[in-house]
């Protein structure tokens, strides 16, 4: 269902908080929403949806892809280096719908010619042309649940086998799989590729994903693997200089050597006396000068859980600053400049994760809802303090 076109048209009428210029860079920012794909189940139709809105590449990009993982870039920034449309009155350039039950969790990716790859629950990557036409679909066996990415014309995906596998970006042919875990979790987290190494999130339990597992992108060798100190959840991992950052499920973040997975440091969640340490679906993210990793987690004061963004210096760990968001942090950040003279931010939705679909429940009408709250913010990227925020409906 095509419902960001009308979200924007709302936010436009109704908001107190949120600028025209504000919801320009909200777009940049939050480019992957933009190619959404999304569960439809109402009316008796189940399929699964993608959309695509006309991008226009910008000059002096030096990236080989637009899109190539997760938030964009090796660093996870979630800033687009391309001008996005504002209006999205027009409806969308295409659509694409997998049916048979299909669902995707997963962002699309971008080459440098436009062409889109999806990957789906169902176990299969597809490749657009960018007027939309379907150019390959690789089955992998099993399902996929996490954000595929691309690098040096290959992509990289892993199913929930534990297999790890590489596919030629122009044909779809598999280049090679490995078997690298006992299983890979069905949460939606995200590969890695950089500096010729892709990283996987694996269990060897069978449950939650536990470990970490870098392979050779040529031939998919096992290079190293490290266990943090509670399981990963949505795991995303950024690379910067020959490092992986990224966060475990309490928030906890870490720095390894790209080339080993020898650790350089672990920082705490920066938790304060009265707090206990609870689940996120967040993540880990670097600032675009490289200097500041951002986390967004939660915590638990007295029953009630709410959330936050917590910075810490790159190169010893060390904690800056951390913010409160009220509402959940579940989400990871997108970090960027509010506008070509506006101050670098760290722009994160919060609130709670959506229930899971109940078939039942949406036969019936009477159903209660239950409410869940949710805002966009924008901090600054230097010292935490809030520079706007946003109420969704």
Excluded: C
């Amino acid at each position: 269902q095509v419902i960001w076109d009308q979200a924007f048209r709302s936010a436009r009428k109704e908001s107190t908080s949120l600028t025209e210029p504000h919801i320009t860079t909200m777009v940049r920012l939050m480019a992957p929403i933009l190619l959404a794909g999304s569960a439809a189940a109402l009316g008796g139709e189940d399929a699964t949806s993608l959309v695509q809105v006309k991008l226009q590449r910008g000059d002096g990009r030096d990236q080989p892809y637009y899109w190539a993982g997760k938030n964009g870039d090796a660093m996870r920034t979630g800033n687009a280096a391309f001008p996005m449309p504002v209006d999205l009155q027009s409806g969308p350039a295409w659509s694409w719908h997998e049916g048979q039950n299909g669902l995707v969790r997963a962002a699309p990716l971008i080459d440098g010619d436009k062409s889109i790859y999806l990957s789906s629950i169902a176990g299969n990557v597809y490749k657009f042309s960018p007027d939309g036409k379907g150019l390959w679909r690789h089955y992998a066996g099993a399902s996929i649940p996490e954000v595929p990415a691309i690098m040096g014309g290959a992509l990289f995906a892993t199913n929930t086998f534990g297999e790890v596998f590489a596919l030629n970006m122009t044909t779809g042919s598999q280049l090679w799989k490995k078997k690298a875990g006992k299983s890979s979790a069905g949460d939606t987290w995200s590969m890695t590729a950089a500096d010729g190494i892709v990283v996987a999130a694996l269990s060897n339990s069978g449950a939650a994903n536990d470990h970490l597992t870098a392979l050779d992108a040529k031939d998919g060798s096992v290079k190293w693997s490290y266990t943090p100190k509670v399981p990963v959840y949505n795991s995303l991992s950024a690379v910067f200089n020959g490092s992986l950052i990224f966060s475990d499920f309490n928030g906890r973040a870490y720095r390894l050597s790209l080339a080993d997975g020898s650790l350089i440091w672990q920082s705490e969640p920066g938790l304060q006396a009265e707090e206990q340490a609870s689940f996120t679906t967040g993540g880990a993210v670097i600032g675009p000068d490289g200097t500041t990793v951002y986390v967004t987690s939660n915590a638990k004061t007295g029953g009630a859980e709410h959330g936050r963004v917590t910075a810490f210096r790159l190169a010893d760990g060390k904690l800056l600053w951390r913010q409160g968001t009220d509402y959940q942090a579940n989400n990871a950040a997108a970090v960027g400049r509010l506008g070509p003279d506006g101050p670098v931010a760290v722009v994160v939705g919060v609130g709670p994760n959506p229930d899971m679909p109940d078939p039942i429940m949406q036969l019936t009408k009477t159903a209660p809802k239950s409410e869940k709250r949710a805002r966009v913010m924008a901090l600054d990227a230097v010292t935490g303090r809030v520079i706007w925020r946003h109420e969704l409906p």
